[in-house]
T-cell receptor, first 113, second 115 residues
């Protein structure tokens, strides 16, 4: 049973436009959410996170929105750049010591020049 | 080292052979995780270490899989009698508590191919 779902396997956007990557979760115990970015032949790297006490967190071009009632979060990238082309994983956990992350399947983002 | 180091980067083996995968975490990180990513799948949790003990082994798919960590540092993941379905990228991550959640730092992974 997948607790973190990224239902769209891929997304293609034009450089300069907005990229919106979606993620849904089923476990209501999750209270901390993270996005990781992965380039080919490299390990995932942390991008941005959000606690359930917030509904938005912004870091430069990246903003994550959380809708707890819908158990939905999204990552917005504005403006999108070709270097953003990568696989993006959504992850969730119960905050606190030693909580493992549960990951989605990932979304492959392609930003066209 | 500067980051999480995994070796080998690629491993091709024959079905039925045993393999050992190594992870060297970031110095000072007490938590160490093993994940794997099979083709078309997300990152699947395998096992977690806090120091040398493994409080959570719930993700190990079968008793052919085992892992150990010594000296609170290097960890090895051993797969005995490998099967073709074990083919995947095996990722190691280490962490230090950051705020309310844990930010994991991943290695580049070991691509395991079982023929």
């Amino acid at each position: 049973d997948q607790q973190v779902k990224q239902n769209s396997p891929s997304l293609s956007v034009q450089e300069g436009r907005i990229s919106i990557l979606n993620c849904d979760y089923t476990n209501s115990m999750f209270d901390y959410f993270l996005w990781y970015k992965k380039y080919p032949a490299e390990g995932p790297t942390f991008l941005i996170s959000i606690s359930s006490i917030k509904d938005k967190n912004e870091d430069g071009r990246f903003t994550v929105f959380l809708n707890k009632s819908a158990k939905h979060l999204s990552l917005h990238i504005v403006p999108s750049q070709p270097g953003d082309s990568a696989v993006y994983f959504c992850a969730a956990t119960r905050a606190g010591a030693n909580s493992k992350l549960t990951f989605g399947k990932g979304i492959t983002l392609s930003v066209r020049p | 080292g500067a980051g999480v180091s995994q070796s080998p980067s690629n491993k091709v083996t024959e079905k039925g052979k045993d393999v050992e995968l190594r992870c060297d975490p970031i110095s000072g990180h007490t938590a160490l995780y093993w994940y794997r990513q099979s083709l078309g799948q997300g990152l699947e949790f395998l096992i977690y270490f806090q120091g040398n003990s493994a409080p959570d082994k719930s993700g190990l798919p079968s008793d052919r899989f085992s892992a150990e960590r010594t000296g609170g540092s290097v960890s090895t993941l051993t797969i005995q009698r490998t099967q073709q379905e074990d083919s995947a990228v095996y990722l190691c991550a280490s962490s230090v508590i950051a705020g309310m959640g844990e930010k994991l730092f991943f290695g580049s992974g070991t691509q395991l191919s079982v023929l």
